[in-house]
């Protein structure tokens, strides 16, 4: 266990020597972290020594992977905040051993394609320009890991909370898939795809002779929906920016855009080309939120600290249940709003501190020196129950 009320008799305790021995780091290197206030010890005696737990090796275990993978300590200050919870320290070590897995492939794909280059160099004495670009692509896919792993990390959060504590037990995939209502011989197209958590949490429900094409922005993204869903020949994947779709003229019979449209700079463009690539008869089909979507959390936090924003921006007001009908309207001549009956009831604390930790505000700053104040604030909030109001929806238009 490593959760904080863990029992004194099952707590193993080392000196910072015998840390850093343990961990295979110089004792300059645990000094250091906790002067930076990275890696504070549990406990310090009388004399102001540091002693040590086995939960504060799994948070050095955590900063030194974020440092491999090319994040800052400031970086990693941040997204260490939350280590010592059980479950947030579970999905962060899942999202790290994929994120390793696909940096051994890239590594493995490097060397081959290196080893080719100097065979060609020694037998033909010139250089391989195709191999050479791939060598020049690969490397730049490194610099992607640092944001796979944020997003990543992100969802899996946000995925949890939802799916652990919704009231609504239909669940929010199923319910758009039943509003979708696909028919053998259908071409669908969805944009932002994400992980492809639409797609698997419906897998039963689909018929066998659809085609889905399923476009990210993010190779990563793609990567985690391509491996979700393994083998299927129903599905295809294609990385590309929404605001310029890479399809012909009436090419599709549903396309679907889920909680994407306001994250969209060029929205009168994103949605004149999901209007362009829909055949005739088509159905564009797109989610969203409104105002009152998980308010309590925000003001649960601003309780805590005035000046903590969770979005730098209130996404609704650029597409939301309020709004979104106007500003389908010129594109699109039917247009239904459905909204979603759901809210969140909780009663444990890990869950909703991590959500709040993935979210894209300056939380994570301010909270850097009152974690476990602040991590005392919400287990007070939450014991006797929290109630969440969930307000989402989704446009279906022609």
């Known amino acids: ?58 948070k050095l275990q955590q900063i030194l992977l974020l440092k491999f993978l090319g994040f800052s300590l400031e970086e990693i200050k941040e997204m260490t905040l939350a280590s010592a919870d059980e479950q947030y320290l579970l999905e962060s070590m899942r999202v790290q051993k994929r994120l390793l897995q696909e940096r051994m492939e890239q590594i493995q794909e490097m060397t081959e394609a290196i080893d ?31 944001a796979q792993y944020r997003n990543a990390a992100n969802i ?75 083998e299927d020949e129903r599905f295809f994947y294609q990385a590309f ?5 890479p399809f012909e ?10 909680h994407l449209l306001f994250y969209c700079e060029e929205l009168d463009r994103v949605l004149g080309e999901c209007a362009r690539v829909l055949k005739k008869d088509g159905r564009f089909a797109c989610s969203t939120y409104g105002k009152g979507h998980m308010k309590e959390i925000t003001e649960l936090v601003q309780q805590f600290h005035p000046q903590i924003v969770l979005s730098s921006e209130h996404l609704y007001e650029r597409f939301g249940l309020e709004n979104g009908a106007e500003l389908l309207s010129p594109f699109f001549s039917d247009i239904q709003m459905m909204r979603y009956e759901d809210a969140i009831e ?22 850097l020196d009152r974690y476990k104040e602040f991590r005392e604030f919400v287990d007070s909030r939450v014991a006797g129950g929290f109630h969440i109001t969930k307000d989402a929806g989704l446009f279906l238009c022609k």
Not at 121 to 141: F, V, Y
Request: charge should be positive; glycine fraction near 6%.
């Open 241 to 245: 920016d929404c605001s310029s779709i």
């Open 116 to 146: 080719s280059t100097m065979e060609t160099i020694r037998t033909e004495h010139r250089m391989d320009g195709s191999r050479l670009l791939d060598l020049i692509h690969m490397t730049a896919e490194e610099k992607s890991l640092k």
């Open 1 to 58: 266990m490593l959760k904080n009320d863990m029992p004194k008799k099952e707590e193993r305790f080392y000196t910072s020597g015998q840390f850093a021995a343990k961990a295979h780091v110089t004792l300059r290197t645990i000094r250091y972290y906790d002067k930076q206030n990275l890696l504070v010890p549990s406990q310090r005696t009388a004399s102001g020594a540091r002693r040590y737990t086995d939960a504060d090796l799994a």
């Open 249 to 258: 003229d009436a090419s599709f019979d549903l396309v679907i855009a889920n």
């Open 156 to 230: 899996s959060a946000r995925i949890r909370l939802h799916r652990d504590f919704s009231v609504n037990q239909k669940g929010w995939f199923p319910w758009m898939m039943e509003l979708y209502h696909l028919k053998p011989g259908m071409r669908i197209l969805e944009l932002g795809c994400g992980n492809g958590a639409l797609w698997t949490e419906n897998r039963d429900r689909l018929p066998k002779n659809i085609r889905v094409v399923l476009s990210d922005k993010s190779e990563g993204m793609l990567r985690d929906a391509r491996e979700a869903l393994g």
């Open 346 to 367: 909780i009663s444990e604390s890990e869950p909703l501190i991590s959500y709040i930790l993935s979210c894209h505000g300056n939380q994570n700053r301010l909270l």
